[in-house]
């Protein structure tokens, strides 16, 4: 092997030059002296002449075939589709690329001022400081609120979210709080008119974000024995509060909800669920001093990198108390419904920004001879993909519909019901998926998919945490056992009779048929397996809690492509994808429960075998 070096001027080119794998040599000539290589491949440039085509990122409304027949549906003649298409290419034009500069300038804590006295700041990016202008400008909490769409405004709201969300370097983030803390105010009664305003407002100068302090040292899932923040009285009726919060998301927020533990004269605290309240805190004073809060430290996290995360201590944080004393829990858990929403219709926005991608560069990549999209394998994967991604987006779609009618106050009992069902169904199926559908969209890409700076592995980064923040799969799993067990089952009754329902029209069509066989077949299996567990003991409900929400979900998403494959202007490609949907395992509860793996014997049979080897 020879390796040539060439010079003129600054320029310096290596030649690789397999001539002989014996002896290796270095050499310098001039540039006349290479004339004669000018056919030679790569003899005038570093790196030859082909360049791979980057996948072209368009307005993500027009592209989406599901989300425009979706609307036209059911918000057709209102002016919809043209504010989100004009919406789709701010989102392509301008919001694209402060997303990118977010992950790329991430926030950094400064801990003292210039003269060192201790004065706690988190920097963040001008991207991220517009990004905020843009969200408020465009209502995207704000259009929640207004209701002018009325019982569609969720919809209509959360479709511009799902548009933002892929390029917005995770704003979806304060956002999802910020609307969180809004809903808890209203569902409180607004006991904080002003703070809700601002929450509210489309006006930048005087719009708040919101956090949500809930994760303490002990931990982020069991809240209410993991508590430790204690609020003591003040005379003004205020509270001081007292603790460390482990984990809080876009910490530079001007407000936060957060729960703590109301001291009695002797300091003494009531232990549990019932001991906790809900507070309402400024988080910067304001000359930019924070409001007894030491910020210990930013996270370093896998992805999410874009939102400072970070550790707090409260030493003696100025809050005011929002809730009834001892309700605590119950009063974020109107909060907890909206980001659970946010995280669903993140995790559908992530998995339709990778099959855009990946089916945008099948059209411009060859291999093997012809375009990736020529390759049937290939284009079976995206296929794949883009039926899981239309079942997400149909699911996501009708919990923000049930939200909507909700706050509108039109929800039917059954539809109150479902709400509270699917909100934890709908966030822990979509989470697992989009990890799912996303890595494989990178896979998708060849090698490039695992390089930084083409921007596809921060989409995976940031779709981990979508199983993990608003609660891990087993706890809204058990969270789904929960609704179950407050309602006495109505819920599941409020399922079931609107999974019939939504079956009704796919009987007239015979494309449909065997799809509509394997779901009548599978809701039934479901609901037997829903009634015998009821008579089980406790200990094999919550075995099976992950596989009953995973046959809800498929069940439910099952039902709505039949219902949208049902419509008069349904396509062939709606039929054909309620098709492929239903192909699966629609209710492995009842599978893994003919396979043995709830029975008492099994639990230990698990233990055995995860700690095989590991002495105990
Ligand atoms: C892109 C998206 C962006 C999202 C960004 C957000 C960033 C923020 C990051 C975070 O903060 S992540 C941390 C989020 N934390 C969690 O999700 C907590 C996970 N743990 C749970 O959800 C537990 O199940 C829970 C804390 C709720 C358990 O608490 P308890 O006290 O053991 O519950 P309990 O005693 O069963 O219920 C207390 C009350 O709350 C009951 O009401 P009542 O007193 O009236 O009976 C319950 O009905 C009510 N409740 C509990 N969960 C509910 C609920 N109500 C409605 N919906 C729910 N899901």
């Known amino acids: 092997m020879?390796?040539?070096?060439?010079?003129?001027?600054?320029?310096?080119?290596?030649?690789?030059?397999?001539?002989?794998?014996?002896?290796?040599?270095?050499?310098?000539?001039?540039?006349?002296?290479?004339?004669?290589?000018?056919?030679?491949?790569?003899?005038?440039?570093a790196i030859g002449t082909f360049f791979q085509e980057r996948p072209l990122l368009t307005n993500p409304f027009t592209q989406d075939a599901l989300l425009r027949a979706y609307l036209q549906r059911h918000l057709a003649e209102r002016g919809v589709q043209e504010e989100l298409e004009r919406f789709g290419e701010r989102v392509v034009c301008e919001v694209e690329a402060l997303g990118r500069r977010c992950e790329l300038e991430p926030p950094v804590l400064q801990r003292y001022d210039p003269w060192g006295r201790r004065r706690d700041r988190i920097l963040t990016c001008d991207a991220w400081a517009h990004l905020r202008r843009i969200s408020a400008?465009?209502?995207?909490?704000?259009?929640?609120?207004?209701?002018?769409?009325?019982?569609?405004s969720r919809v209509y709201q959360m479709s511009k979210m799902y548009l933002f969300a892929p390029s917005a370097g995770l704003y979806t983030c304060p956002l999802?709080?910020?609307?969180?803390?809004?809903?808890?105010?209203?569902?409180?009664?607004?006991?904080?008119?002003?703070?809700?305003?601002?929450?509210?407002?489309?006006?930048?100068?005087?719009?708040?974000?919101?956090?949500?302090?809930?994760?303490?040292?002990?931990?982020?899932?069991?809240?209410?024995?993991?508590?430790?923040?204690?609020?003591k009285r003040q005379q003004d009726g205020w509270f001081k509060l007292y603790g460390?919060?482990?984990?809080?998301?876009?910490?530079?927020?001007?407000?936060?909800?957060?729960?703590?533990?109301?001291?009695?004269?002797?300091?003494?605290?009531?232990?549990?669920?019932?001991?906790?309240?809900?507070?309402?805190?400024?988080v910067w004073d304001s000359d930019g001093s924070s409001n007894g809060i030491e910020v210990q430290r930013l996270k370093d996290k896998l992805g999410t990198r874009q939102v400072p995360t970070a550790e707090l201590l409260l030493d003696g944080m100025n809050a005011r108390l929002l809730s009834e004393e001892g309700r605590g829990v119950a009063s974020i858990?109107?909060?907890?419904?909206?980001?659970?929403?946010?995280?669903?219709?993140?995790?559908?926005?992530?998995?339709?920004?990778?099959?855009?991608?990946?089916?945008?560069?099948?059209?411009?990549?060859?291999?093997?001879?012809?375009?990736?999209?020529?390759?049937?394998?290939?284009?079976?994967?995206?296929?794949?993909?883009?039926?899981?991604?239309?079942?997400?987006?149909?699911?996501?779609?009708?919990?923000?519909?049930?939200?909507?009618?909700?706050?509108?106050?039109?929800?039917?009992?059954?539809?109150?019901?479902?709400?509270?069902?699917?909100?934890?169904?709908?966030k822990l199926y979509t989470a697992k998926q989009a990890v799912s559908v996303v890595s494989e969209g990178l896979e998708s890409f060849g090698g490039q998919g695992y390089i930084e700076d083409t921007g596809l592995p921060s989409i995976l980064r940031d779709a981990q945490v979508l199983s993990i923040w608003e609660g891990t799969t087993n706890v809204l799993s058990l969270d789904v056992l929960r609704s179950i067990a407050k309602s006495s089952g109505l819920v599941l009754q409020a399922?079931?009779?609107?999974?019939?329902?939504?079956?009704?029209?796919?009987?007239?069509?015979?494309?449909?048929?065997?799809?509509?066989?394997?779901?009548?077949?599978?809701?039934?299996?479901?609901?037997?397996?829903?009634?015998?567990?009821?008579?089980?003991?406790?200990?094999?409900?919550?075995?099976?809690?992950?596989?009953?929400?995973?046959?809800?979900?498929?069940?439910?998403?099952?039902?709505?492509?039949?219902?949208?494959?049902?419509?008069?202007?349904?396509?062939?490609?709606?039929?054909?994808?309620?098709?492929?949907?239903?192909d699966q395992d629609l209710c492995p509860v009842v599978s893994r429960d003919a396979a043995g793996c709830f029975d008492s014997q099994t639990t230990a049979m698990d233990s055995a075998l995860v700690y095989d080897g590991l002495k105990l």
């Open 137 to 152: 400008h465009e209502g995207l909490v704000a259009a929640a609120y207004e209701r002018t769409y009325g019982d569609w």
């Open 495 to 582: 399922f079931c009779s609107d999974v019939q329902e939504r079956l009704l029209p796919a009987e007239s069509s015979p494309a449909l048929r065997p799809a509509l066989t394997s779901l009548r077949a599978a809701l039934a299996a479901l609901m037997r397996f829903c009634e015998a567990a009821a008579a089980r003991p406790a200990g094999a409900m919550e075995l099976s809690a992950r596989d009953l929400a995973y046959s809800l979900a498929r069940v439910y998403m099952g039902a709505l492509l039949l219902d949208h494959a049902s419509w008069e202007h349904a396509t062939h490609t709606d039929v054909y994808t309620a098709l492929r949907w239903c």
């Open 333 to 426: 858990a109107n909060m907890l419904t909206i980001t659970r929403i946010y995280n669903t219709v993140c995790a559908v926005a992530a998995m339709r920004r990778i099959v855009h991608l990946s089916r945008e560069y099948a059209c411009k990549r060859s291999v093997f001879g012809k375009l990736l999209k020529d390759h049937a394998l290939h284009v079976q994967t995206l296929s794949r993909m883009e039926v899981e991604t239309r079942a997400a987006f149909l699911l996501t779609m009708e919990v923000c519909r049930l939200l909507g009618r909700e706050e509108n106050r039109s929800a039917s009992e059954r539809e109150t019901l479902l709400l509270r069902l699917m909100t934890p169904v709908a």
């Open 176 to 231: 999802a709080m910020t609307d969180g803390a809004a809903k808890v105010i209203e569902t409180l009664g607004m006991p904080a008119r002003k703070a809700f305003e601002r929450l509210t407002t489309r006006d930048d100068k005087r719009f708040w974000t919101s956090g949500q302090w809930m994760t303490e040292r002990r931990g982020g899932s069991d809240v209410s024995s993991g508590t430790e923040t204690v609020a």
């Open 244 to 282: 460390f919060k482990w984990f809080t998301s876009a910490t530079d927020a001007d407000m936060t909800l957060t729960l703590a533990r109301v001291t009695d004269e002797n300091g003494r605290t009531t232990p549990g669920s019932r001991g906790l309240s809900l507070f309402l805190a400024e």
């Open 2 to 45: 020879a390796v040539r070096v060439c010079c003129r001027g600054n320029r310096v080119a290596l030649h690789m030059l397999s001539r002989s794998l014996s002896h290796s040599s270095v050499s310098v000539e001039t540039l006349s002296e290479l004339d004669s290589h000018t056919h030679t491949p790569f003899s005038r440039s």
